[in-house]
């Protein structure tokens, strides 16, 4: 790098040795390059790339068009709701019961209607933005994102349920979750819900995921049960799982 | 190589930073282009990682040395050391890297209650995948996707856990079997804000979720809608969760973390953390407390256990002050992040022997092996500049020489041998082999101490001089000691001058007691623990009875305990102009462990006292001699870290910018190393001191390449 070569000189003097000036001298520190570096950037929660380049033209204009459409109906619940309290106002018995709170309420609403335009105008600025990134990112002949590590995710899991009551299942899981879970006891959220014991994985195999097996006792209070999903050799918290139970 | 003659680098100290620049110099792939010596005052290696064996071979420490499983620089650096050490394992209690370092998944924190009394709360910190030093070739973890879906994970699980008072059954958001889009998590957010409540943990939850999404991409989406959402959430989760705060200290604990998560997380978005190119370093000039607070988190949190345990381990009250706690709040968060989301194998890792004898003997070793120079005795008393003058135009200033105070000669000159067997362990002993040295035995009765910055003895003087003995220089000195030898450089360079002045640093207190006992006895019932935010003045204690077998006693302690702390600094700067200075604070610290020992270990281990005071009968003695009541803590071992190049440095907030970076080129022929310089990770510890050594090390060879030195590069 920054030696110079020779360690005598022609007089026989020794000459210095310097340093030169380094490419850099601090680190990099900004979080754009430790996400996109990473090759992470448009990945799901699931560790699945959000799209592939083919359907990203595509999927820019759907932005576009959902992002204005959003705007104008956010606007438009806005001026419904208005109208809407100004005439239950407008109506018997419902008077102010003060005439200094009307200039009050008034300013509230304007400021609603300031915040929202606000955030409006910063959606579709940024909702711009995401066109260019997203044209950017699918060039014709760029890279695609990314494959993630093989792994098992909650869709892939098959659910056996047995209950005599209605029953919805919400299950996450960590990209590298493997086939070997475990789950504790679900904790209602009704605090007179005994915990849900009942519930577990069947192992999986190498080729096949582990099986959720769901029973619901008839005496099960209606109620969400929560819980956390784990990796049954390390302990390693990896997903959530909520039984929700419906009366 | 150029030529014959290699280039001469002299490594001036023998701490982590020197070590790991001399392994990075000194590596075969360099074909001996750079020839290493390495000076150090008095008999040992080590700096504030040095250990020495005292009587039945005990183990002496500076302080309580735990690596953390984030040590990647320095675990990769380890296992290399090991690898090429080759210690045949039938010959050697410790050959391998795995067998010098043992996981440690318990940490604790200790909590001073309402009545007066203290109560403890540990946890097991699952293994994580890997092992530290691992390549990593996969996946990144110092990544913003990696820090936002671990936090957010962190924060759903410490939720779910805490099973909140909410009533509600049903919750106000459908779940979803799959986790939203970006265009129905702008949607939801859009809508969550226009209503403004969440009325239900389940609610919560499905925001941080929608959150993750966000986060990931946080460039697509409106700032202001953004801040809005997050302290939506915030203000729901403290809504919801604040009535279930019990006198339960566990259930506390995580009601406090959770809201330290979600100040983080608000003064992320609020502080642009995610897309400032400063990254985490934009809020350095904060108090780390201070900015939690104003990002919406309780008193009640930042003065919790979890927090004060943090700053404990970290040492961070300035002047040794503990109602002065200072850190860098970019800091804090960047070494939270790293320590409980980046740990490999363990959150902990112990050493199965000393420090000294476990990190810094085999690293003598295999320098020594590769042809680097060692040089003890050597005390460094002045870094002389080039004349300007002599400068030619365009020409940086460079260190012209090193001069130095050589303590101590050898018998016939002979090298110095410094490391001695202890059940097979290369060790390092608690003095110097007076044998090996002229006119040691006179030495020996005038209690000679070579480590201590008051000991003025000296045999001889040495100059080195640029070019005829050396053409490189890599300061790897304790930022303490730089006003002392770098005396022109302070004078003369604003930049030096400021950092000496910003870059602070603390005095540090530890003592050791091997008891006859086991924890169990005395009462503590938890696992082996290392355990912080305990009472001043030893907030800190390890359970270190795993070196029991390491050491050679007639009478075997069945337990083995450490303590450590800051030591408050005196009011006059002037006092440690007192040659009596080391003296006076080595006997404060005695009575400071004698009176925390009688007063306050009781509330540890309530068997260990005896009515209202300590049982010194537990203590064992080396010696064998019954001591009297507490005189017998003479027995043990204790120590005050007052010399300069001992203090530990700090982090304190509005200081990193007057750090000075290994890469720094004003001075062409020097770079430095150290746990204090600007080294990317900008906090005292083992890990920033190896990365600093590297980045030495990359300054005069270009190796390793900066892409190399892991998480260098770091939000």
Known sequence: MTIRDNGESVDSQPKRMHRDDPERSEPVRSAKHHVEGNGGWRETLTGRPAANGDAAPEAAEDTVGYGVKLGYKLIEDQILKGQKIAEQWRSPGCEAKDEDEWPRVLGRLLNVYRDLGSVYMDATESIISRVANLAMEYEPGADKPSESAPGISAPDIPITVSSAKKVRIQLDLKPQAGGNLSIPALHGLDRAAEPLTTVYFAPGSTTNPPELNVEIPDECIATAYTGVVVDADTNEPMGTLCVHVVD | MTGDKPIEVAVIGGGCGSMAAAFELSRPEHRGKYHVTVYQVGWRLGGKGASGRGAADRIEEHGLHIWLGFYENAFRLMRECYTELDRDPSAHRIAQWTDAFFPDAHAGVAELGHAGHWSNWTAFFPPADGLPGDPLSTHNPFTINNYVVRTLQLLHSLILGLRSSDQTSEPDLPYETTAPDSNAALSSMLRLVEVGVLTSVAAVLEAIKILEVVLRSIAAYPHSLLVQFIELIASSVRNLLEGIVTSDPAVKLRWEIIDLVIAIMVGAVRYRLLTDPRGLD??????????????????????????????????????????????????????????????????????????????????????????????????????????????????????????????????????????????????????????????????????????????????????????????????????????????????????????????????????????????????????????????????????????????????????????????????????????????????????????????????????????????????????????????????????????????????????????????????????????????????????????????????????????????????
């Open chain 2, 282 to 715: 934009s809020i350095n000039q904060y108090e780390c407390r201070e900015w939690l607070l104003e990002n919406g988190a309780s008193e009640t949190s930042v003065n919790s256990p979890f927090v004060r345990g943090l700053y404990d381990l970290a040492l961070a009250y300035e002047d040794g002050d503990p109602n002065r706690p200072g850190l860098a709040a970019g800091q804090a968060i960047r070494g939270s992040l790293r320590m409980f989301f980046t740990y490999r194998g363990s959150l902990f890792w112990k050493m199965r022997a000393g420090m000294g004898d476990i990190v810094f003997a085999p690293f003598y070793e295999v320098l020594k092996r590769r042809g680097v120079t060692f040089k003890f005795f050597h005390r460094l008393q002045n870094v002389r500049l080039a004349d300007p003058a002599t400068l030619a135009p365009g020409e940086k200033s460079y260190v012209q020489a090193l001069e130095f105070d050589i303590q101590a000669e050898t018998v016939d000159g002979l090298e110095y041998q410094p490391l001695r067997d202890v059940h097979s362990v290369p060790s390092w002993p608690s003095q110097p082999d007076y044998a090996q040295l002229v006119d040691g035995s006179a030495l020996a009765e005038n209690g000679w101490d070579p480590e201590s910055h008051w000991d003025t003895h000296r045999s001889s003087p040495l100059t080195l001089e640029v070019t005829r003995d050396f053409d490189f220089v890599v300061l790897g000195i304790g930022v303490g000691a730089v006003p002392y030898v770098c005396r022109e450089l302070v004078e003369q360079d604003h930049r030096w001058r400021m950092m000496v002045d910003k870059v602070k640093t603390v005095a540090t207190q530890a003592f050791q007691i091997w008891m006859r006992e086991e924890m169990s006895e005395l009462g503590w019932k938890e696992p082996p623990v290392t355990l912080s935010a305990f009472c001043k003045p030893f907030d800190t204690w390890a359970d270190m009875t795993h070196l029991v077998p390491e050491e050679s006693w007639a009478d075997v302690p069945k337990s083995i305990a450490y303590f450590c702390n800051i030591l408050a600094d005196p009011e006059s700067a002037n006092a440690e102009l007192d040659p009596e200075y080391p003296e006076q604070r080595h006997v404060e610290v005695r009575d400071n462990a004698i009176r925390f020992l009688n007063e306050k270990i009781g509330e540890l281990w309530p068997g260990a006292v005896d009515g209202k005071a300590f049982r010194w009968d537990l203590l064992v003695d080396p010696a064998d001699e019954k001591g009297n009541g507490q005189a017998q803590f003479d027995s043990q071992y204790w120590t005050a870290n007052v010399n300069p190049s001992d203090r530990y440095v700090l982090a304190l907030p509005g200081s990193m910018d007057y750090r000075i970076s290994p890469l720094d080129n004003t001075y062409d022929n020097m770079t430095v190393a150290g746990d204090w310089t600007d080294c990317g990770f900008n906090e005292g510890c083992v890990e920033a001191a190896v990365m600093s050594g590297r980045l030495a090390a990359h300054a005069i060879s270009n190796s390793p390449a900066l892409e190399e030195i892991i998480g260098y590069d770091h939000p």
